[in-house]
C-alpha cells in the first residue's frame, strides 16, 4: 500500500504523516487555524520571520492534502480571501498539540 503526501509517495503512513509536519511553518500554520478562518496577513503577522513565498507554498501543501480550504468572497470591488482547516485538518490539531506538549517536556531547549 502507498500514500501519498503532495505528489511524494510513501510506503508508511506515519512518515508520510512526518514529512508533512516537519515542512517549515506547517505544525505552526495548523495551530494558528485552529483558532479560526485567518487572511494570510493575519498568519503571515502571527509568524515572526515567516516569509510571505514561504507561506504561499505551505498553505497550497496544505490545501493539497484537503487540510486547509482557501475560501474566496467577493465584497463590493475588493475580493477577500481567508484559510480555514476543512475537517481532515481539525482531525490533526490535537497531534500536534501532543507533539508540541511532548516536545516541550522532553527535549532540550537553548536560548
Given amino acids: 500500500m502507498h500514500y501519498v503526501m503532495a505528489e511524494e509517495t510513501f510506503t508508511c503512513p506515519a512518515e508520510a504523516l512526518a514529512t508533512l ?14 483558532t479560526g478562518e485567518k487572511r494570510f496577513g493575519e498568519l503571515h503577522r502571527a509568524l ?3 516569509t510571505p513565498k514561504m507561506l504561499k507554498q ?20 475588493s475580493l477577500r480571501s481567508s484559510y480555514c482547516l476543512t ?8 497531534l500536534v498539540q501532543q507533539l508540541k506538549t511532548w516536545g516541550q517536556r522532553e527535549l532540550v531547549c537553548e536560548a
Avoid: H, Y
Fill in 21 to 34: 509536519l516537519g515542512k517549515k511553518w506547517v505544525p505552526q500554520l495548523l495551530e494558528q487555524l485552529a
Fill in 48 to 50: 515572526p520571520g515567516s
Fill in 58 to 77: 505551505q498553505l497550497q501543501l496544505l490545501m493539497t492534502n484537503d487540510l486547509v480550504l482557501n475560501s474566496k468572497q467577493t465584497i463590493g470591488n
Fill in 87 to 94: 475537517s481532515k485538518g481539525l482531525s490533526l490539531i490535537p
